[in-house]
T-cell receptor, first 113, second 113 residues
Framework: QQQVKQSPQSLIVQKGGIPIINCAYENTAFDYFPWYQQFPGKGPALLIAIRPDVSEKKEGRFTISFNKSAKQFSLHIMDSQPGDSATYFCAASMAGGYNKLIFGAGTRLAVHP | EAQVTQNPRYLITVTGKKLTVTCSQNMNHEYMSWYRQDPGLGLRQIYYSMNVEVTDKGDVPEGYKVSRKEKRNFPLILESPSPNQTSLYFC????????????FGQGTRLTVV
């Protein structure tokens, strides 16, 4: 119930394509869903986050779609660029205490020129 | 510059030789935590701390110790490292509050032979 399942494990797109990364969860107590971006040799950094009271959030070329009834959320990268090549982690947490982040397994994205 | 600093960045050690990975943050954050990152498993929390002298186990605490004697520092101690602790380790800090952003260090790649 504490798991967050992420797919695909890896993804290759051409420049300008729209990669989509999917995540699913079971615990309905989760109330915060961030995405972290990690470049090689660096720590993860917050990219965008959503709460379950909205179905979509956009920040620049990055969009989170959220389906509360299906317990799924996804990251879309519009007009992807080679500089977007990184590993992406979805995560979930619930209110109270430390607000521990439960991470998905990660998706390694490669955007080819 | 606001940052989380881990040292060392790379470490190769032998089974059973005690080691410490240091973590320091300059953002005056109350919350700090340690994660390990393994292929196909994402990031898993080892230990966390909500304040000075307040620490608790995460999801994979076996074989690790931590201490929080000062607000800015949160060292990770492996008293008798084993090969299954070979991994990429990240320290993170975040301010107190509901679902605040976590800031990660650059990582420590540990190899135990």
């Amino acid at each position: 119930q504490q798991q967050v399942k992420q797919s695909p494990q890896s993804l290759i797109v051409q420049k300008g394509g729209i990669p989509i990364i999917n995540c699913a969860y079971e615990n309905t107590a989760f109330d915060y869903f961030p995405w972290y971006q990690q470049f090689p040799g660096k720590g993860p950094a917050l990219l965008i986050a959503i709460r379950p009271d909205v179905s979509e959030k956009k920040e620049g070329r990055f969009t989170i779609s959220f389906n509360k009834s299906a317990k799924q959320f996804s990251l879309h990268i519009m007009d992807s660029q080679p500089g977007d090549s990184a590993t992406y982690f979805c995560a979930a947490s619930m209110a109270g205490g430390y607000n521990k982040l439960i991470f998905g397994a990660g998706t390694r994205l490669a955007v080819h020129p | 510059e606001a940052q989380v600093t881990q040292n060392p960045r790379y470490l190769i050690t032998v089974t059973g030789k005690k080691l410490t990975v240091t973590c320091s943050q300059n953002m005056n954050h109350e919350y700090m935590s340690w994660y390990r990152q393994d292929p196909g498993l994402g990031l898993r929390q080892i230990y966390y701390s909500m304040n000075v002298e307040v620490t608790d186990k995460g999801d994979v605490p076996e074989g690790y110790k931590v201490s929080r004697k000062e607000k800015r520092n949160f060292p990770l101690i492996l008293e008798s490292p084993s090969p299954n602790q070979t991994s990429l380790y990240f320290c993170a800090s975040k301010p107190r509050g509901m679902n605040t952003e976590a800031f990660f260090g650059q990582g420590t790649r540990l190899t135990v032979v």
